[in-house]
């Protein structure tokens, strides 16, 4: 047998294995995506997907709030906005107004040195929304693993038992990835920082938190 014939049948080879780990990955993907949506349809959500040119992703609703996951295409490059987003629009005037963030950080945001706090708090406040830009208190609610919680409130403590309350699932989320979360008498949102939950448990956490800030005092 000449050494052509041997690098095409090696090349062919290749070429068989290569589609067969790709068939295998994407069987598996799709099961993956299949058990997740079962997972949450025979628990009582409804569940619906997208899958477009340039984003794709599924949201979860039950009762008048809904979880909203999606990766999509930024415009002119090749990378990928990940999103992670549980809201309600559900009024309530006796619910707080407050906004938290919860993130790596390796020094209290007390003992930080005043410009810096201020240049932090001025970044934070692009991040939320109008209505809760102007809040007056800023301080470290918790702090646990590496990670702090910075508050920000009408008056300091003002929301302190809910966050109490947030706290231990706050502890129980597993990445290491931003949480912002905010509420107002008319709604309420959660958001991760750039990360696509596509595990049950991780959705689960998220949920949990939410139903946390709907509940009274």
């Not at 966050?163 to 008319?186: F, H, V």
């Amino acid at each position: 047998m000449s050494v052509e014939w041997r690098i095409l049948i090696v090349s062919a080879l290749i070429f068989i294995v290569i589609g067969v780990i790709y068939l295998l990955v994407d069987r598996r993907k799709r099961e993956k995506k299949e058990a997740f949506r079962r997972y949450w349809e025979l628990n009582g959500y409804d569940f619906g997907t997208f899958d477009e040119a340039d984003d794709e992703g599924y949201s979860l609703k039950r009762d008048d709030w809904e979880l909203y996951v999606c990766r999509s295409l930024e415009r002119g490059s090749a990378d990928w906005k990940l999103e992670s987003i549980w809201r309600t629009w559900r009024h309530d005037p006796e619910r707080k107004t407050f906004a938290l963030q919860y993130a790596p950080s390796s020094v209290p945001f007390e003992d930080l040195p005043e410009m810096v706090r201020k240049a932090a708090v001025s970044a934070l406040r692009i991040v939320f929304r109008e209505s809760l830009s102007q809040l007056k208190s800023v301080r470290t609610a918790f702090t646990q693993r590496g990670m702090a919680c910075l508050a920000f409130e009408p008056e300091a403590g003002s929301a302190q038992s809910i966050i109490e309350r947030l706290q231990p699932e706050i502890a129980c989320w597993s990445g290491t990835m931003k949480l912002y979360i905010e509420s107002t008498p008319d709604s309420v949102q959660i958001r991760v920082d750039n990360f696509y939950i596509d595990k049950p448990e991780e959705a689960e956490a998220v949920i949990r938190m939410g139903l946390i800030l709907l509940e009274h005092d």
